[in-house]
């Protein structure tokens, strides 16, 4: 069981860093400041891009920050 510890540890540290780096470049970290999200494509499907649910669409962090709060 340490070594899945371990890697639930070191996933975790991966994704402080990840929102610290989007925190310091004011963008959401969930669509990496762009405010939409893609999903998927498959060979035959094809789906616009959609708001980003975890900033409603702007982008930044402060919107990601106030919708985490929620």
């Not at 310091?24 to 789906?47: A, L, Q």
Request: a positive charge; aromatic letters at 10%.
């Amino acid at each position: 069981m340490a070594v899945m510890d371990r890697h639930k540890g070191t996933r975790k540290l991966l994704y402080q860093r990840r929102v610290h780096r989007f925190e310091m470049k004011d963008k959401c970290p969930d669509c990496r400041g762009r405010g939409v999200t893609r999903p998927v494509i498959h060979e035959f499907f094809y789906e616009p891009a959609s708001p980003c649910a975890s900033c409603e669409g702007e982008g930044t962090y402060k919107a990601w920050k106030q919708r985490q709060r929620r």
